[in-house]
Structure formats: C-alpha cells, structure tokens
C-alpha cells in the first residue's frame, strides 16, 4: 500500500465526504502572514484575543511559517451546507462541523503516525471556554484544529491556483479545511 493509499483509507474511516488529496501545500510568506493577521486585528469576526489559535495568541510567525514549510501536500476537506446567511448560530455550526471532520481525520493520522497538521477557518471550537480566555495555553493541543489566518492563507487565493472555482449555489455554502500531511 503507498503513503497516498493508506492515507485515504485513514481518512474514509472518519469522513465520507468530498476530500481531495495529494495537492501542494498551500505557501504563504512572513508578508502574507503579517498581513492576515493585521486584518485578524481588525475584529470582524469577534474572536481576535479570544482563542489559542488566533492572533494575538496564535504562535509566532517564525513558528508558523517553519511549520507550515515542513510539510508538502495537503488534503482539502469540502463540505456543502444549506444555511440562511443571516443565520450566524447556523454559520457557527456548519464552520464547527468542518474543524470537527478536519480534528478527526488529523486524530485518525496521528494514530497511525503519519505527521499532520489540521487548518480550517476560525478559531479552534473544540472546547466551549478556551483557556486562552483564563491567561493559559490549550488544554487540549492534541485536538487543536489551527485557524488559517495566522498561517498566511488567503483561502480563495489557494483554491483559485489549485484549480478549484467555489460557485455559491442559492441558500448554501461550502467551506473548506486542510490537513497538512507529508
């Protein structure tokens, strides 16, 4: 069985859903992680400060891009949802979902010690009260799903140089998540 093969039978055994492997992993630079997160800094979505994954908690930017650098492909998690825009307990939901397919398949590599690293939007919703709003570091980084943005990743920008044009479909949305793999 190849390292591709045996990935796909990890991830099917959590997810039957639409995944697509063996892509690049998505680049990104000292300035494009700069630039992410002064937008983070800009609060639109409410979470900056708020979550271990964030900026301005979220890891260095050294630490980040070292990261990020080590590994070569990814698999891109896809996930359609039906959802009144206006809906925001509904966004949070689908956006929840997503991180949990994404912590479930990096669970199911790291088990089987293929070295992960899982990315979606967001700060990570594994637990209901983050540490990071007590003054501490994550209580579970073993189930840590890491928002993109302090990564550097523009996410419609990867997707348009991997070839994969998101058509917004009446009252849906599809997110995305990525897990890092070698």
Known sequence: MTDLEFVREQVESVFEGEVIYDLPAPGATEASMVRCREMCAENLCGNYGKSCTCPPNSDPIDICLQRLQSFSKAMLVIKRYTVDLKDKERLESCLTDV????????????????????????????????????????????????????????????LEDVGIQPEPVGDSITLYGFVLYD
């Open 99 to 158: 991180q949990r397919i994404c912590r479930d398949i990096h669970v199911s590599l790291s088990g089987s010690n293929v070295r992960n690293l899982p990315l979606a939007d967001g700060p990570c919703r594994y637990c209901a009260n983050c540490a990071c709003d007590e003054g501490r570091g994550c209580r579970f980084p073993q189930f840590q799903v890491n928002s993109v943005s302090p990564y550097g990743i523009m996410m419609n920008k990867y």
